[in-house]
């Protein structure tokens, strides 16, 4: 059973944008106080990106830190990822999951290459 879907990926040019979502089922939602994306790369290990609380607080790796900005609409059990001034270092898959994740469950994620 998927409980997390990703969308919004695809290719950009370095400086340009995108904006993921993130749409998890309500259980997800309820079982944790915290949503976080996560990336990973080809041949690394999967990192968090970007962590927010139900409340509204956030935080940030510092890799993205004053370029990506975490939201999330409580009443419709999604998180979003603006994502500005891309470099091709966030050329990964993204990922939404709880924080911090327990088991080994992911969704599909999405595809975001960051190349002129």
């Known amino acids: 059973q998927v409980q997390m879907v990703e969308s919004g990926g695809g290719l950009v040019q370095p400086g340009g944008s995108l904006r993921l979502s993130c749409a998890a089922s309500?259980?997800?939602?309820?079982?944790?106080?915290?949503m976080g994306w996560y990336r990973q790369a080809p041949g690394k290990q999967r990192e968090l990106v970007a962590t927010?609380?139900?409340?509204?607080?956030?935080h940030y790796a510092d890799s993205v830190k004053g370029r990506f900005t975490i939201s999330r609409d409580n009443a419709k059990n999604t998180v979003y990822l603006q994502m500005n001034t891309m470099q091709p270092e966030d050329t990964a898959v993204y990922y939404c999951?709880?924080?911090?994740?327990?088991?080994?469950?992911w969704g599909q994620g999405t595809q975001v290459t960051v190349s002129s």
């Open positions: 999951n709880i924080w911090p994740v327990r088991g080994d469950t």
């Open positions: 927010i609380h139900v409340g509204g607080f956030t």
């Open positions: 309500g259980s997800i939602f309820d079982s944790s106080n915290f």
